[in-house]
C-alpha cells in the first residue's frame, strides 16, 4: 500500500529511526482517546437532548447554537496546530497541552451540563457561554493529541496498531457513554435529571482528568520535528498545508463521516423513542455504535494492509449502504433490525480506524513534498473537518425537528416520518459521498531515514 519513494541515507533505516514503544505506550495512547472521547460522545450524543428536554431551551436556538459553537471553535483550531507546530518545551510539542489544559476542559465540561434555575433567555445565554467556551478549551487537548501518533512513532505498523488501539478507546467512551449515561443519570438524579446530569458530567470530568495526564506521563515524542525547508509566514504553512492531496482527501472524509456521526448520535435518542417505540433500544444502538468500532479495531489493521487503504474503504462503505437501505423494512423485528444495524455500524467502523491511519500518513507525504512535517498544523486541519462535519450533522437534526415542529410533549404522525428521514437519508447519502472522495487517496511515500531524537545529539529540547 506504501510505496518508499524515497531513498534511504545512510543515517539509519526505518526501523532505526525511532525507538520500539513499549507497551505502556501504546495503551496510554489508546486511552488518551477514550478520555477525551468520553467527553466528546457525551456532549454529541445527549447534550441536545439535555438542552431541548432538561433545560427547556427553545430546539431551534439549539440547532444554531450548535452549528455557530462549532465553526467558532474548528476555526480556533487552526491556530491551536500552529502553536502546536511551534511549541519548544522540555516536554516536546504536543504534552505541555496534556498537562496544563487537561484541569479546564474538565470544569467548563461540568459547567456545560449545568442547567441554572433562571428564565429561559439566561439559560441560552449560559448555554452560549459554557458550551463556546468548552469547544474552545477542548481543542487544546484534541489536537495536540490528533498531532501526538506521527510525533512518536514512523513505522507503519505501530501507526495501524495504535490506530487500532486508539479506534478501540473511542468506541469503549461511546459504549459508556450512551449505554450508560440515562440509566447513570436516573440513578443519581433520584428521578430529578438536573442533578443526575451535572453527576455524570462530575464523574466523566474525573475520568478524563485521571487518563489525559497518564497519557501526558507515558507518551514521549521521539521523532524529529523536521522544517529545515520551512517557509516563512503562517499563511505559506496553510498554504502548502492545502496543497497536500492527502490532507484534502482525508479533511473531506472526516467531514463527510462525521456529518453521518454527529446526526446518527443525535437523531437516534429520538428515533428509538418515536419512532420504533422503543425508548430501552437507545442503549443499545448508540454502544452498538462504539461495540462494532471496536469490532472493527481488530480487523482493520490486517484488513487495511491486505487491500491497500482506497480498496478497503471502497468495499466497507459499500456494504454498509447495501446493508442499512434494508433496515427500514425491518423496523417492527427488532432482533433482524439490530442484527442488520450491527453488520452496517462494524463497517463503518473499519473506516474509522483507516481514518486515524490516513490522518498519520498525511505528515509522511507533507514532508515528502515540503521537507516539514507540521503535525499539530495538519492534525487542526482534520480537527476543524470533524468538528463542523460534526456540528452540521447535529444541526440537520435539530433544524429538521423544529420544522416538523417537534415538541416532547407531543409527536405528532408527521414528526415522526420526518424522525424517521433524518435517521436514514444522511448515513445513505453521505457515505455515497465519501467512496467518491476515498478514490482520489495518493499513494504515500515513507520518510527519509534519519536519526531519531533519542539516539541524536541533538537535544531534545527545543
Keep these: ?45 445527549f447534550l441536545l437532548v439535555f438542552y431541548t428536554d432538561v433545560a427547556m431551551l427553545p430546539v431551534a436556538a439549539v440547532g444554531t447554537l450548535f452549528f455557530c459553537a462549532r465553526i467558532l471553535d474548528a476555526g480556533f483550531d487552526t491556530f491551536v496546530g500552529l502553536l502546536v507546530d511551534r511549541t519548544r518545551s522540555r516536554w516536546g510539542r504536543a504534552r505541555p497541552y496534556f498537562l496544563f489544559a487537561t484541569a479546564p476542559v474538565a470544569v467548563l465540561f461540568v459547567l456545560t451540563f449545568w442547567a441554572p434555575p433562571w428564565n429561559v433567555g439566561a439559560r441560552l445565554a ?16 484534541t489536537i495536540p493529541y490528533n498531532a501526538l501518533m506521527p510525533m512518536i512513532t514512523e513505522r507503519p505498523r505501530e501507526r495501524f496498531q495504535l490506530s487500532g488501539l486508539r479506534s478501540a478507546g ?23 435529571r438536573k442533578a443526575g446530569f451535572l453527576s455524570v458530567a462530575l464523574i466523566a470530568a474525573g475520568i478524563f482528568t485521571a487518563i489525559m495526564l497518564n497519557l501526558f506521563v507515558n507518551c ?111 423496523e417492527q423485528r427488532p432482533q433482524a433490525f439490530l442484527a442488520l444495524y450491527l453488520a452496517a455500524q462494524t463497517c463503518l467502523g473499519l473506516t474509522m480506524t483507516a481514518i486515524f491511519a490516513m490522518a498519520a500518513e498525511t505528515v509522511d507525504y ?16 482534520i480537527s476543524f473537518a470533524l468538528k463542523v462535519g460534526t456540528a452540521l450533522g447535529s444541526a440537520v437534526i435539530a433544524y429538521g425537528l423544529a420544522y416538523a415542529h417537534y415538541a416532547p410533549t407531543q409527536v405528532t404522525t408527521g414528526v415522526a416520518h420526518m424522525i424517521r428521514g433524518l ?4 448515513a445513505i447519502g453521505v457515505t455515497l459521498l465519501q467512496i467518491l472522495c ?12 534519519r536519526p531519531c531524537i533519542a539516539n541524536s545529539k541533538t537535544p531534545s529540547r527545543r
Design 1 to 45: 500500500m506504501v510505496a518508499s519513494l524515497i531513498p534511504a541515507t545512510n543515517v539509519g533505516t526505518l526501523a532505526e529511526r525511532t525507538p520500539e514503544l513499549p507497551l505502556r505506550t501504546k495503551l496510554a495512547f489508546g486511552f488518551g482517546d477514550f478520555g477525551q472521547g468520553l467527553l466528546w460522545n457525551i456532549v454529541a450524543a
Design 126 to 141: 449560559w448555554a452560549v457561554a459554557t458550551f463556546g467556551i468548552f469547544g474552545l478549551a477542548f481543542s487544546l487537548i
Design 170 to 192: 473511542t468506541s469503549l467512551s461511546v459504549i459508556l457513554a450512551t449505554a450508560g449515561l440515562i440509566p447513570l443519570v436516573d440513578w443519581l438524579g433520584r428521578g430529578d
Design 220 to 330: 514521549r515524542e521521539t521523532v524529529p520535528h523536521v522544517e529545515a525547508g520551512r517557509p516563512k509566514g503562517v499563511w505559506r504553512d496553510i498554504h502548502a498545508m492545502l496543497r497536500n492531496r492527502a490532507w484534502v482527501v482525508v479533511s473531506v472524509f472526516t467531514f463527510l463521516n462525521f456529518v453521518r456521526f454527529g446526526a446518527l448520535l443525535s437523531v437516534t435518542a429520538y428515533f428509538a423513542i418515536n419512532v420504533l417505540h422503543k425508548p430501552w433500544m437507545i442503549s443499545v444502538l448508540l454502544p452498538a455504535v462504539s461495540g462494532t468500532l471496536l469490532l472493527g479495531s481488530v480487523i482493520a489493521p490486517p484488513y487495511l494492509r491486505r487491500l491497500g487503504m482506497r480498496r478497503a474503504v471502497t468495499l466497507a462503505l459499500a456494504a454498509s449502504i447495501a446493508m442499512t437501505t434494508f433496515l427500514p423494512l425491518l
Design 366 to 381: 507533507h514532508e515528502h513534498m515540503f521537507g516539514i512535517r507540521d503535525e499539530g498544523l495538519l492534525s487542526a486541519g
Design 423 to 426: 435517521y436514514y437519508v444522511p
Design 438 to 449: 476515498i478514490q482520489f487517496y495518493p499513494s504515500i511515500p515513507r520518510p527519509a531515514a
